[in-house]
């Protein structure tokens, strides 16, 4: 698919730069997943049918990564055409992101997400690593990088099969609240099932657990641990290692996310409004106590700060109500090792690795409650400063590459 005969005169940051995003993004070598567009779509006579075909092609795992030249850059291309300092080839179409972005929309394709690299296309020592890895990413200073990445993925077709659920609920000291999950929990697959991993409860949630899970046992699948490490994170981990159905979701033993909204999570996800669907509780006004008022502060600057470093939008990273598909977080699961055991509440273990695979990422807005039993597990001066950690290693293992 790509023009042998392009050979610009800045090739090796650009073909570096091309390998170092497979270098993020790469799955097991027996799984080949990507399409690389380097500088093609420049060529193409008719893009939207490009893609038409192109779509035919793939597989809904695969991702398009499409790498193209900034419109602000065409005149400073042309003079280096003009003083012999690139060969001469004829770029017919240059394109703005947003209409990539339509033509793939047209094309049956999602955008997943889109960057900007390169400030610096010449080859200076050490200035020029360190302008294109640093400088190029910061805002106002991307507006002027030199190549655009755009990661796109075809839409699937809907299915008539309806898939099944695992629903796992991380739950430390939360036994008044273990009835009222399976009550009010929705049906939504045929076959959904119900995971319990208790965590080191001071009260009685595992004799609990164990009660509902005979009591229940003929109307729900419901499946109990007792987790060996420490952390919600750990907790989610081997919840999501016991599922065995379809679609896997999370949810707060606290209640305090409505068991009902997961049927919405279920429905963006199996008419593939996205991949990775996260829950967020910063849009919809909150009961008095339900959330303190530095936590608020604190969850949309750290909001703000891992959609910049993310490339996705995100308004709340904290949500405990996540859902992805059991295919997806097999891969995800499979390349942990790159993030490594690094998150001690497992958000941000499927938020990056969700990144990571190029998922389509799509936000919920839920009602967040106010707690009506037990207290809250999260320490604030603590957490906090576990999130700036990974605010730091986010930066280094995704952004600034």
């Given at each position: 698919m790509?023009?042998q005969?392009h050979?610009?005169w800045y090739?090796a940051y650009?073909y570096g730069?091309l390998s170092r995003y497979?270098?993020v993004?790469a799955?097991?070598?027996d799984?080949?997943?990507?399409v690389v567009?380097?500088?093609?779509i420049?060529?193409?006579?008719d893009?939207?049918?490009f893609f ?7 597989a809904?795992?695969t991702?398009?990564?499409i790498?193209?030249y ?5 005149p400073m ?8 300092l690139?060969?001469k ?6 394109i ?8 793939l ?16 296309p010449v ?10 890895r640093y ?5 106002f200073?991307r507006?002027?990088c030199m190549?655009n ?14 898939p099944?659920v695992?629903v ?6 939360e ?6 999950i399976?009550?009010r929990l929705p049906?939504?697959?045929p076959?959904?099932e119900?995971?319990?991993v208790?965590?080191?409860?001071k009260?009685d949630t595992?004799?609990?657990?164990q ?8 109307t729900i ?5 007792q987790?060996?490490?420490?952390g919600?994170?750990?907790?989610i981990?081997?919840g999501?290692a016991?599922?065995?159905k379809?679609?896997?979701m999370?949810?707060d033993?606290?209640l305090t ?6 049927s919405v999570?279920y429905?963006?996800?199996v008419?593939?409004?996205g991949?990775?669907?996260?829950g967020s509780r910063l ?5 008095k ?8 502060v604190?969850?949309?600057?750290f909001?703000?700060a891992f959609?910049y470093?993310?490339?996705q939008r995100?308004?709340d990273?904290?949500?405990g109500t996540?859902v992805i598909s059991?295919e ?8 942990r090792?790159y993030f ?9 273990d499927l938020?990056?690795g969700?990144v990571?695979?190029?998922?389509k ?5 839920v009602?967040?409650s106010?707690?009506?039993y037990g207290?809250?597990n999260?320490k604030?001066?603590?957490?906090g400063a576990v999130?700036?950690r ?8 995704i952004?600034?590459?």
């Amino acid at each position: 698919m790509m023009n042998q005969t392009h050979r610009p005169w800045y090739k090796a940051y650009f073909y570096g730069l091309l390998s170092r995003y497979i270098l993020v993004y790469a799955q097991p070598k027996d799984d080949p997943r990507f399409v690389v567009l380097s500088g093609t779509i420049h060529y193409e006579r008719d893009i939207q049918k490009f893609f038409d075909e192109l779509h035919d092609r793939c597989a809904s795992s695969t991702r398009v990564i499409i790498l193209y030249y900034s419109a602000l850059w065409k005149p400073m291309v042309d003079l280096a055409t003009f003083l012999g300092l690139r060969e001469k080839t004829a770029e017919a179409n240059w394109i703005s992101p947003e209409d990539i972005a339509s033509i793939l929309l047209l094309s049956d394709f999602d955008t997943v997400l889109q960057d900007r690299k390169v400030i610096c296309p010449v080859y200076i020592p050490l200035v020029s690593n360190f302008i294109n890895r640093y400088v190029a990413p910061l805002p106002f200073f991307r507006l002027f990088c030199m190549v655009n990445i755009l990661i796109a993925r075809p839409l699937k077709k809907k299915k008539d099969k309806k898939p099944s659920v695992s629903v796992i609920v991380p739950a430390r000291n939360e036994s008044g609240n273990i009835k009222n999950i399976i009550r009010r929990l929705p049906r939504m697959g045929p076959d959904d099932e119900l995971i319990f991993v208790e965590g080191h409860s001071k009260d009685d949630t595992w004799a609990v657990i164990q009660a509902v899970q005979k009591e229940y046992g003929k109307t729900i699948c419901i499946k109990s641990a007792q987790q060996e490490g420490i952390g919600k994170g750990d907790a989610i981990r081997k919840g999501l290692a016991m599922a065995s159905k379809e679609i896997l979701m999370t949810l707060d033993a606290d209640l305090t996310v409505p068991p009902e909204s997961l049927s919405v999570f279920y429905r963006a996800i199996v008419e593939d409004k996205g991949e990775f669907i996260n829950g967020s509780r910063l849009v919809y006004p909150m009961e008095k106590r339900s959330m303190q008022f530095l936590n608020m502060v604190a969850n949309r600057f750290f909001a703000t700060a891992f959609s910049y470093l993310l490339g996705q939008r995100f308004k709340d990273t904290l949500c405990g109500t996540k859902v992805i598909s059991r295919e997806n977080y097999i891969m995800l699961a499979a390349n942990r090792k790159y993030f490594g055991d690094f998150d001690p509440f497992g958000d941000f273990d499927l938020i990056f690795g969700s990144v990571r695979l190029c998922l389509k990422i799509v936000e919920i807005p839920v009602r967040y409650s106010e707690r009506l039993y037990g207290t809250t597990n999260i320490k604030r001066w603590k957490h906090g400063a576990v999130l700036f950690r990974m605010l730091i290693y986010a930066s280094k293992k995704i952004k600034f590459i």
